[in-house]
């Protein structure tokens, strides 16, 4: 256990240490993060995966809830003016081509079945926002074009989850979908998903006043993004947009309290303050570090037929996009 603790320490050291380097040598920090994890997990076999159960699953889903919501803290809604119909256009397209190309590919590399070929193929399509987002944040790009990425990440990650789903109902009970029935899933979960956030937003907010005047308050915020992401998800919406969105809606609260609403005073709600923007900075960079060291344990490179077949259908889905 000792070593264990240890061992953490020396990670978060070597975070500060990798993210100082891509300030200088614009090199992402996520590289030598996993490249570190699979040296300790494939390759040298110093960590074996399996030996974290259901906490490693547990801490991947706790990982994209603080990153999400902190991009969500971090975005502008008046940066989306002329942004929202590019992005959205750029990411259906995209994900639709990527999909189909790669469910084609995956079906006659890996000799599975069609149904199979493109849950592999909804999968690979998605653009991670647990590993997008940290870089958007430190690349010295346009608003316009960080806009369009952050908005494409998010809603691949929708379109994924959603379609993967389905496709894999299908495959256990025989079903017959169509192409209504899967954009009537998008819609009820993305819908769900902001509408329940945007309430839970407002609400939070409002009472933020009287919850600072307890101890501990700031983690009662955190403990208030875990509820978000979970009773959405209980209640048919998608947990990580239901995130990003309360996120959107805490750090744009300067301008929803200029709203003016029939029977709706916004004017008494408040803002986080820097103390509680610098806790989830914190929070998010040791979860962050943490993350993607795991992820490289859990990548498996025993067979090379898999691992070339991998990086062909990468591959793939750069030229695609």
Same mark, same amino acid.
């Given at each position: ?100 190309? !790669?469910? %084609? $590919?995956?079906?006659? @590399?890996?000799? +599975?079945?069609? *149904?199979?070929?493109? &849950?592999?193929?909804?999968?690979? =399509? ?21 806009? !369009?990425? %952050? $908005?494409?990440?998010? @809603?691949?990650? +929708?379109?994924? *989850?959603?379609?993967? &789903?389905?496709?894999?109902?299908? =495959? ?21 998903? !902001?509408? %329940? ?9 409002? *009472? ?8 501990? =308050? ?104």
């Amino acid at each position: 256990m000792t070593y264990a603790i240890l061992f953490i320490g020396l990670l978060l050291v070597l975070g500060h240490i990798f993210s100082s380097l891509f300030e200088k040598t614009r090199l992402p920090d996520v590289l030598p993060l996993m490249v570190l994890g699979m040296l300790m997990g494939p390759v040298l076999h110093l960590v074996d995966p399996q030996s974290f159960g259901q906490a490693g699953q547990i801490f991947t889903t706790l990982a994209l809830i603080v990153v999400l919501f902190k991009s969500g803290l971090e975005f502008r809604i008046l940066s989306l003016r002329g942004a929202v119909g590019q992005g959205l256009l750029l990411t259906t397209v995209c994900f639709v081509l990527v999909t189909l190309v !790669i469910g %084609f $590919l995956a079906q006659e @590399l890996l000799q +599975v079945p069609q *149904i199979y070929a493109f &849950i592999i193929g909804v999968i690979v =399509a998605d653009n991670s926002t647990a590993i997008i987002s940290p870089l958007l944040a430190k690349l010295q790009v346009s608003k316009t074009a960080k806009t !369009i990425l %952050f $908005l494409e990440a998010n @809603l691949t990650g +929708v379109y994924s *989850i959603v379609l993967a &789903i389905a496709l894999l109902s299908a =495959a256990s009970h025989g079903e017959k979908l169509t192409a209504s029935l899967l954009a009537v899933d998008v819609v009820k979960s993305f819908g769900i998903g !902001i509408i %329940f956030a945007l309430a839970a937003g407002v609400f939070w907010m409002s *009472i933020l006043n009287r919850v600072r005047r307890l101890e501990n =308050a700031i983690s009662l915020t955190f403990a208030f993004v875990l509820l978000v992401y979970s009773v959405s998800g209980i209640i048919g919406g998608d947990g990580a947009i239901a995130t990003l969105a309360f996120g959107v809606v805490a750090g744009n609260m300067r301008l929803i309290k200029r709203l003016r609403l029939p029977r709706l005073d916004f004017r008494n709600l408040l803002t986080l303050n820097n103390g509680e923007k610098v806790f989830f900075e914190e929070v998010e960079f040791i979860f962050k570090t943490l993350f993607f060291v795991y992820m490289g344990i859990c990548m498996r490179v025993g067979r090379l037929d898999l691992v070339a077949i991998g990086f062909i259908l990468t591959v793939a889905k750069f030229i695609f996009r």
